[in-house]
Protein backbone atom coordinates (compact mmCIF):
# COMPACT_ATOMS: atom_id res chain seq x y z
CA UNK A 1 0.00 0.00 0.00
CA UNK A 2 1.49 3.57 -0.78
CA UNK A 3 1.45 5.57 1.57
CA UNK A 4 -0.99 8.26 1.87
CA UNK A 5 -0.14 12.31 1.44
CA UNK A 6 -1.51 14.35 4.62
CA UNK A 7 -3.71 16.35 2.38
CA UNK A 8 -5.58 12.63 1.44
CA UNK A 9 -5.23 11.46 5.07
CA UNK A 10 -7.00 14.64 5.54
CA UNK A 11 -9.37 14.85 3.10
CA UNK A 12 -10.15 10.82 4.28
CA UNK A 13 -10.98 12.26 7.83
CA UNK A 14 -13.12 15.12 6.75
CA UNK A 15 -14.92 12.37 4.49
CA UNK A 16 -15.24 10.28 7.05
CA UNK A 17 -16.93 13.09 10.08
CA UNK A 18 -19.68 14.37 7.05
CA UNK A 19 -20.41 10.69 6.54
CA UNK A 20 -20.76 10.08 10.26
CA UNK A 21 -22.75 13.28 10.59
CA UNK A 22 -25.18 12.13 7.45
CA UNK A 23 -25.16 8.57 9.35
CA UNK A 24 -24.05 7.21 6.33
CA UNK A 25 -21.00 5.13 7.60
CA UNK A 26 -21.15 1.57 6.46
CA UNK A 27 -19.23 -1.19 6.67
CA UNK A 28 -16.80 -2.40 5.56
CA UNK A 29 -16.10 0.81 3.46
CA UNK A 30 -15.76 2.73 7.02
CA UNK A 31 -13.06 0.40 8.60
CA UNK A 32 -11.51 1.04 5.31
CA UNK A 33 -12.01 4.49 5.32
CA UNK A 34 -11.28 4.53 9.19
CA UNK A 35 -7.64 2.64 8.77
CA UNK A 36 -7.14 4.76 5.52
CA UNK A 37 -7.49 8.11 6.99
CA UNK A 38 -5.24 7.04 10.01
CA UNK A 39 -2.59 6.03 7.66
CA UNK A 40 -2.32 2.46 8.66
CA UNK A 41 -1.45 -1.14 7.09
CA UNK A 42 -3.84 -3.79 7.29
CA UNK A 43 -0.87 -5.32 9.64
CA UNK A 44 -0.81 -2.04 11.93
CA UNK A 45 -4.40 -1.50 12.27
CA UNK A 46 -4.62 -5.23 13.10
CA UNK A 47 -1.84 -5.00 16.20
CA UNK A 48 -3.75 -1.67 17.40
CA UNK A 49 -7.42 -3.56 17.60
CA UNK A 50 -5.89 -6.74 18.56
CA UNK A 51 -7.53 -8.55 15.74
CA UNK A 52 -5.23 -10.35 12.85
CA UNK A 53 -4.30 -8.91 9.79
CA UNK A 54 -6.84 -11.84 8.01
CA UNK A 55 -9.81 -10.54 10.44
CA UNK A 56 -8.92 -6.79 9.28
CA UNK A 57 -9.38 -8.45 4.97
CA UNK A 58 -12.32 -9.90 6.00
CA UNK A 59 -14.04 -6.97 7.44
CA UNK A 60 -12.94 -4.64 4.20
CA UNK A 61 -14.09 -6.97 2.08
CA UNK A 62 -17.40 -7.83 4.13
CA UNK A 63 -16.85 -10.86 4.42
CA UNK A 64 -15.72 -10.75 8.34
CA UNK A 65 -18.64 -10.57 11.17
CA UNK A 66 -17.11 -8.58 14.10
CA UNK A 67 -18.11 -8.28 17.10
CA UNK A 68 -19.79 -5.34 19.00
CA UNK A 69 -16.04 -5.10 20.70
CA UNK A 70 -14.36 -5.21 17.71
CA UNK A 71 -16.18 -2.15 16.22
CA UNK A 72 -16.00 -0.37 19.25
CA UNK A 73 -11.90 -0.40 18.93
CA UNK A 74 -11.95 0.19 15.67
CA UNK A 75 -14.28 3.32 16.21
CA UNK A 76 -12.00 4.56 19.38
CA UNK A 77 -8.93 4.59 16.77
CA UNK A 78 -11.00 7.00 14.98
CA UNK A 79 -13.36 8.88 18.32
CA UNK A 80 -16.70 6.83 17.17
CA UNK A 81 -18.30 5.07 19.51
CA UNK A 82 -21.27 2.84 18.77
CA UNK A 83 -24.92 3.37 18.46
CA UNK A 84 -28.19 3.08 16.59
CA UNK A 85 -28.49 6.26 14.40
CA UNK A 86 -32.00 7.35 13.03
CA UNK A 87 -31.83 7.76 9.11
CA UNK A 88 -34.77 10.51 7.51
CA UNK A 89 -37.38 8.89 5.60
CA UNK A 90 -36.45 5.24 6.58
CA UNK A 91 -39.29 4.22 8.48
CA UNK A 92 -39.34 4.29 12.67
CA UNK A 93 -36.85 6.27 14.37
CA UNK A 94 -33.98 3.54 15.23
CA UNK A 95 -33.08 3.09 18.54
CA UNK A 96 -30.18 4.94 20.79
CA UNK A 97 -27.98 4.48 22.78
CA UNK A 98 -27.96 7.80 24.46
CA UNK A 99 -29.84 7.85 27.69
CA UNK A 100 -33.80 8.10 27.41
CA UNK A 101 -35.57 11.54 27.63
CA UNK A 102 -37.75 11.75 30.65
CA UNK A 103 -41.50 11.22 29.89
CA UNK A 104 -43.52 14.00 29.77
CA UNK A 105 -47.54 13.56 29.80
Do not use: H, Y
Not at 31 to 47: M, N, P, W
Not at 85 to 90: I, K, Q, T
Amino acid sequence: MRQLTREEIRARRQRLRECSAAAELRLPDAVLDIRKSLGLTQEKFAELTGMTKRQVAEIETGKGNPTFDTLNKIGKLFGFTLGFVPRAGSGPTALSLREPEPETR
